[in-house]
């Protein structure tokens, strides 16, 4: 275990701020993934590699998100290939969005929607901070997107996570002290050492038990997000 964050006397928590993938929900078994539509595209006559389709992928989420929102699994493929110089016709295009709309349902972990409750029943803000638009959560979307207070992604803020500039924007969108805002998320960079650099207070969520070690005991860390209430607790009364 890090640093326990509950042992911070200092600390008054005002916002609790969840990265969304593999914190709070995950691609089903049965996703579409990069090389089903290499194989798709192949039945038609459009050869291409999984790894062009891939890179062009998080171009999209790096790279064009952060212009403008994305609308949708037709209007994200249509940058994706375009991204990649191809000329794929609208109902291909239709196609395969619609494949991904029935296998792409992302599934909430079991924690997850009592861990997001508990911090409003705490009385703080809550958020998501991600790379992932809201239209990719599908159905899980639509139970723990109403429990946030914000939803922050790459179009939402205008620039991509990862971006040092992308917490501090948030931090002044939420009008609050950098240090007031608690985030938890697997990643070890984007989730909690980025955050922290801009003021925010980490704590990773490893679920596997595989990343402590590579963190050395510098974060606090959890194994689920059944364990979070206690970081939300103000040690003591201002």
């Not at 494949?99 to 992302?106: A, I, K, L, P, T």
């Not at 038990?209 to 963190?215: S, V």
Request: hydrophobic share 45%.
């Amino acid at each position: 275990m890090g640093p326990d964050l509950a042992d911070n006397r200092a600390m008054t928590v005002k916002v609790a701020a969840f990265d969304v993938y593999n914190t709070l929900v995950r691609w089903p078994d049965d996703r579409v993934t990069s090389l089903d539509i290499q194989r798709l595209l192949d039945r038609y006559g459009i050869p291409t590699s999984y790894q062009a389709i891939e890179a062009a992928r998080q171009a999209v989420f790096s790279l064009d998100a952060p212009k403008r929102a994305i609308h949708g699994y037709v209007d994200f493929l249509a940058l994706q290939f375009d991204r990649m110089g191809l000329r794929i016709s609208l109902d291909l295009i239709e196609s395969i969005a619609a494949m991904q709309e029935s296998r792409n349902d992302m599934v909430l972990f079991p924690d997850a929607l009592d861990a997001v409750q508990a911090a409003r029943s705490a009385g703080k803000v809550t958020c998501a901070f991600t790379t992932l638009p809201r239209f990719m959560l599908g159905r899980a979307g639509d139970e723990v997107i109403p429990l946030l207070d914000h939803y922050f992604d790459n179009s939402t803020v205008g620039l991509p996570k990862g971006d040092p500039r992308f917490y501090k924007r948030i931090t002044k969108t939420l009008g609050v002290e950098a240090a007031s805002i608690l985030c938890v998320g697997d990643d070890p960079i984007c989730d909690c050492a980025l955050p922290a650099e801009a003021g925010w207070q980490p704590i990773l969520l490893d679920r596997t038990g595989n990343l402590a070690e590579q963190e050395a005991g510098q974060r606090a860390t959890i194994g689920s997000l059944s364990q979070i209430e206690r970081f939300l607790i103000k040690a003591s009364d201002p």
